[in-house]
């Protein structure tokens, strides 16, 4: 049992460039997210989903796309990426929408230069 | 504004010196507070979820308590294997958004053999 799965671990951008983070769980979560965390920051919520096919913004959505295609995977786009966004970057699901006890992903390191 | 404050934000010890955190929040209506660990370079790990204030739970050494207004993380005896940064977070009571957590920005505990 794998639990969230996150890919890459670390990445380096330039600004202007997309890419995809990669998020999967194998515990038929419902719910998934996606955070950031930045020092001297709690973890913020950038986008969430109660299911497949359903997704809705968080705290901090801009420069973010998501997707639910099916219940494993929640990907995160970065549309065109840039310095703001260096940060590292957790997945995490939970088995109701209520999201009462989290799993979390061991992380993406982003750096955008 | 929902807000959770966490303090301090740094604490050293030395193994066997029992101490606590502190969580404080101000939330519309309180549906849970949640305690995570987190080391580093890894993701999140869920600790202990409070509903109403009163209440306690415990794991090892880890004693958490809940007020009205805050709540505390006990320490007992700690042993440097507790070195960690310890997260707080709130969930409000409410549909869409209002159902996701808000973090504080964690304590980093430092045990020292």
């Known amino acids: 049992n794998a639990g969230v799965t996150q890919t890459p671990k670390f990445q380096v951008l330039k600004t202007g460039q997309s890419m995809t983070l990669q998020c999967a769980q194998d515990?038929?979560?419902?719910?998934m997210s996606w955070y950031r965390q930045d020092p001297g920051m709690g973890l913020r919520l950038i986008h969430y989903s109660v299911g497949a096919g359903i997704t809705d913004q968080g705290e901090v959505p801009n420069g973010y796309n998501v997707s639910r295609s099916t219940t494993e995977d929640f990907p995160l786009r970065l549309l065109s990426a840039a310095p703001s966004q260096t940060s590292v970057y957790f997945c995490?699901?939970?088995?109701?929408?209520?999201?009462?006890?989290?799993?979390f992903g061991s992380g993406t390191q982003l750096s955008v230069l | 504004e929902d807000q959770v404050t966490q303090s301090p934000e740094a604490l050293r010890l030395q193994e066997g010196e029992s101490s606590s955190l502190n969580c404080s929040y101000t939330v519309s209506g309180l549906r849970g507070l949640f305690w995570y660990r987190q080391d580093p370079g890894k993701g999140p790990e869920f600790l202990f979820t409070l509903y109403s204030a009163g209440e306690e739970k415990e794991k090892e050494r880890l004693k958490a308590t809940l007020t009205k207004k805050e709540s505390f993380l006990h320490i007992t005896a700690p042993k440097p294997e507790d070195s960690a940064t310890y997260l707080c977070?709130?969930?409000?009571w409410g549909g869409g958004s209002q159902g996701n957590l808000i973090f504080g920005k964690g304590t980093k505990l430092s045990v020292k053999p």
């Open positions: 977070a709130v969930q409000a």
């Open positions: 995490a699901s939970a088995s109701e929408s209520i999201n009462e006890k989290l799993f």
């Open positions: 515990m038929n979560h419902e719910y």
